[in-house]
């Protein structure tokens, strides 16, 4: 496993961006399709499947459990589903947090020992959160540091169903309570604080599962699910970083994009500072144009439909007229960095005025004035690495670099291309 440590240098033009980019496979829906057909006995077809080595390591740690996966000759995996046999090795889920929670849950269903781990970035993100809903369930769950951290060790099998009331609001929590739900004995309910994505409850549905919503409750009954066809559309979360790009500076076109509930929110967010954003539902397009920004208010209810995109959606209040306050993400502390704490650096280090709070962060815009060339750090955060290549092309002049590079890999591995491609910048890549 890389150290996510490669160096990137960036030398932007100052002509901002355009162009049309077909961003990646959605990570999200990727490891969900690679778990539902795994569950199912028969032969699924994913197709536009994320090739991030995120949703890599979930596929490899499914193999583990003698599930087959064959790529066609055009991009297509065909999955040969069923759990043959507890896993034979640990599984590592690598740099992914949606990987590891939402195998937990398989692996707690499933009658056998299970090992799950990490690289260092998610051997230090909190694993209580599934650990304790997966013991209420009957499973025997152990981690490290006291049942806070991976390594997890789990004894599955023997489940029953719960009601469970989300502490906070994840859909990875969620997601896993489900995916145990389908062997526990009777139904599982989880409730939410505040709704998050529903790609999970979405396709057990369409792969025969019964669920049941009603608000902010979930409910999954057990039962087995059925081999299913799933196309995977374009991921908003990358998507997201073009579209900042383009608000602050130029016009960029996005395709075949997934802009279903939780997930498109960042849109909305960029239209209420003011930039030029034109959705075409029906396709998934959107078009986003550059126009003077403001500062906005983010508070606890906007976060969790725009969890992964606040540190770019950070870049673009960098470059708005006045203050933007965000407010009620706590949550953000415990992703791939803390990322208050890493998106603040960030902006700090091209010269932006912001400051951390316990839950959030405020940001002094500078309108129109350039960002100073930076040395970012990406803490190992593929979303600050990439935040901070927009940052560099569409408002620093000179050179930035951006270390701990490498951590794009694990979500959008073409990424530098398309950078080359929509800004023109000059770019060296140093491993
Ligand atoms: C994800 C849910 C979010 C998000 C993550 C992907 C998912 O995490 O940050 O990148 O695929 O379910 P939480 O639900 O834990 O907030």
């Not at 999200?28 to 080595?53: F, K, N, P, V, W």
């Not at 505040?194 to 790609?199: E, L, N, Q, V």
């Not at 901070?388 to 490498?406: E, K, L, N, P, Y």
Request: proline share 6%; net charge negative; glycine share 12%.
């Amino acid at each position: 496993m890389h150290e996510h440590d490669s160096v990137l240098s960036v030398t932007a033009p100052t002509s901002g961006v355009k162009g049309t980019v077909q961003v990646p496979g959605d990570k999200s829906i990727s490891h969900r399709a690679l778990i539902l057909a795994a569950l199912s006995e028969g032969t699924s077809t994913i197709t536009g499947l994320s090739r991030g080595e995120d949703p890599t390591s979930t596929r490899g740690a499914l193999s583990r459990f003698g599930v087959e996966f064959v790529d066609q000759p055009d991009g297509a995996v065909l999955v040969h589903g069923g759990l043959r046999h507890e896993p034979v090795d640990v599984l590592d889920c690598g740099n992914a947090g949606t990987g590891i929670r939402l195998l937990s849950g398989v692996c707690a269903g499933y009658p056998g020992l299970s090992v799950l781990t990490g690289d260092q970035y998610l051997r230090r993100r909190p694993m209580d959160r599934v650990a304790e809903p997966l013991r209420l369930m009957g499973a025997r769950v152990d981690a490290r540091d006291g049942g806070r951290l991976a390594p997890l060790v789990i004894r599955g099998g023997g489940l029953s169903g719960i009601t469970y009331e989300l502490p906070k609001a994840s859909a990875q929590v969620k997601s896993c309570l489900l995916l145990a739900g389908l062997s526990a004995t009777g139904p599982t309910t989880v409730i939410e604080p505040h709704p998050t994505r529903a790609h999970t409850e979405e396709m057990l549905l369409a792969a025969g599962a019964r669920i049941e919503v009603e608000g902010t409750a979930v409910t999954v009954h057990p039962g087995p699910l059925a081999p299913t066809d799933h196309a995977v559309p374009g991921d908003p979360s990358q998507a997201a970083f073009w579209a900042v790009a383009a608000a602050l500076a130029g016009e960029i076109e996005l395709p075949n994009l997934y802009l279903g509930f939780g997930r498109a929110d960042f849109l909305g967010i960029l239209r209420r500072m003011g930039a030029d954003v034109q959705v075409e539902e029906s396709t998934g397009s959107v078009r986003v144009a550059s126009a003077p920004l403001r500062g906005v208010e983010i508070t606890g209810a906007d976060v969790p439909g725009i969890v992964d995109e606040i540190p770019v959606l950070a870049i673009a209040a960098a470059g708005a007229e006045g203050t933007t306050v965000i407010s009620g993400a706590d949550e953000l502390r415990v992703k791939e960095s803390d990322r208050v704490t890493s998106t603040v650096a960030m902006l700090n280090a091209f010269g932006v005025r912001a400051e951390e709070r316990p839950d959030g962060m405020v940001i002094h815009g500078q309108g129109d004035a350039a960002f100073s060339p930076a040395q970012v750090d990406s803490a190992g955060d593929h979303r600050i690495a990439m935040a901070a290549a927009v940052a560099a092309v569409a408002r620093a002049g000179g050179q930035s670099t951006i270390s701990g590079w490498g951590s794009v890999a694990t979500s959008y591995p073409g990424f530098v291309e398309d950078l080359v491609e929509v800004s023109g910048a000059t770019v060296n890549l140093d491993p």
